[in-house]
């Protein structure tokens, strides 16, 4: 994802797919309903709109810039959905439950963002990653020190999405000087 490739969602299935078994042995219900009804589905929407905009030379996604009016909506729709998730993660009696809803708004935003095509979801990435990072640290300081492996992930993800936000400015700037931003 932080090259523009769109084949970094293959990958990503099969990522979100373990993650959301570790997420419910752990009972992190809010991981798992964060993989199974709204990573999966924003991911199907996301390869849909990555293989229709596609700069044919370098192989990458076409980099959109949104709307101010979008993204107001879209972050406000978060604060109204943030209560929802909270509620329903509490229904599950989800540990951590304050940290795991926001795990689920930075997911959403990221996963939304990154569909529509937008370097905004690098940095929804970056601050999911940091929520992750803290979701696993406080069992594992707990003493579940066997689920330092499942730590390594956010980690390297983090890494990974600082590049990209590097990665994408590098591409659209590319992109807008051969005239096929969007």
């Given at each position: 994802m932080s090259k523009g490739k769109v084949e970094s969602y293959f990958v990503g299935f099969i990522s979100v797919f373990f993650?959301?078994?570790?997420?419910?042995?752990q009972g992190y219900y809010g991981e798992l309903i964060i993989t199974a009804f709204l990573t999966f589905p924003i991911m199907i929407i996301g390869i849909i709109s990555w293989l229709r905009h596609q700069d044919k030379e370098e192989d990458t996604v076409i980099i959109s810039s949104l709307s101010k009016k979008e993204i107001i909506i879209t972050l406000l729709s978060q604060?109204?959905?943030f209560w929802i998730y909270y509620f329903i993660l509490k229904a599950f009696n989800t540990d951590l439950l304050v940290i795991s809803t926001i795990s689920v708004v930075t997911s959403v935003l990221a996963s939304y963002f990154e569909a529509r095509r937008s370097e905004l979801s690098l940095f929804c990435?970056?601050?999911?990653d940091l929520v992750i990072i803290t979701l696993w640290t406080i069992p594992i300081i707990n003493g579940q020190i066997d689920l330092i492996s499942v730590l390594v992930g956010p980690i390297l993800l983090l890494i990974n999405d600082i590049y990209g936000s590097y990665n994408w400015k590098r591409l659209k700037k590319k992109q807008e000087e051969k005239g096929i931003s969007e």
């Open positions: 993650y959301g078994i570790v997420s419910f042995n604060l109204v959905f990435y970056i601050a999911n």
